[in-house]
């Protein structure tokens, strides 16, 4: 079993190194590429201004995170969720940096790029010289991302996942099934519901005799050895 977290952040601006913070956290879990159902998501205080140019782009202002948690408040029931498993994010060294900056700051361990999947990278290799932005993605894929007239970060980690199981596959991949629907498929053949039930009668054939006789005839005129004689019986 393949365990992901597709994961996006919002922040306070572009500069991780001069101070700005993340003011929110999106994670979706995929299991064998497919998404669970199962998320992680907070709003974060970052103790400092929201930058008028990032609130533009994401709409979350001083007032609307001024009484939210702070990232030491939520820090260990992120790593709680993320764990040690692949974590998949679209221009991956902007959302690490912001996120090693955090942890850094608590003094804990910086997340290892080691098990870091930039789906930017990807696309780029899989589209070269094309745009490869998150939204011009969803175009090319066919994904609708109506719902996106601002970032956000559990709506962009959703809809990043269903731009990467088209990077790594197609949406074939999943088979429009939810884990619970896999878990009562298996259930229910476990316990004999929904086999195969022998007919109490065979269907009957759809040849006419003279059909099978002119069949017959044909297959006589091929030769003992011919290979139709195994299956045709005798008149």
Avoid at 14 to 21: C, I, M, P, S, T
Wanted: aromatic content about 6%; hydrophobic content about 45%.
């Amino acid at each position: 079993m393949i365990r992901e977290i597709v994961l996006d952040t919002e922040t306070t601006g572009l500069e991780a190194l001069r101070g700005d913070r993340l003011v929110e956290i999106g994670c979706v879990e995929l299991l064998n590429h497919i998404p669970t159902g199962a998320h992680f998501h907070v709003y974060i205080n970052p103790g400092r201004a929201v930058r008028p140019d990032a609130v533009a782009v994401h709409g979350l202002t001083d007032a609307f995170l001024a009484d939210k948690p702070i990232f030491a408040a939520v820090a260990q029931e992120f790593l709680d969720f993320v764990r040690d498993d692949m974590l998949v994010i679209h221009n991956a060294d902007f959302d690490t940096g912001f996120l090693n900056a955090e942890l850094g700051r608590l003094g804990l361990p910086a997340l290892d790029q080691e098990r870091v999947l930039d789906t930017l990278a990807l696309a780029r290799r899989r589209n070269p010289g094309g745009k490869n932005s998150l939204d011009a993605l969803c175009t090319r894929y066919g994904i609708d991302n109506s719902r996106r007239t601002k970032h956000g970060a559990l709506l962009d980690a959703e809809i990043l996942a269903e731009v990467y199981a088209e990077l790594t596959g197609g949406r074939q991949t999943s088979l429009g099934l939810s884990r619970e629907a896999m878990f009562a498929r298996g259930s229910s053949a476990s316990n004999g519901a929904g086999r195969a039930r022998a007919r109490p009668q065979p269907l009957a054939s759809r040849l006419t005799d003279d059909e099978r006789l002119a069949h017959a005839a044909f297959v006589a005129t091929l030769g003992e050895a011919a290979v139709w004689k195994d299956y045709v019986r005798p008149a």
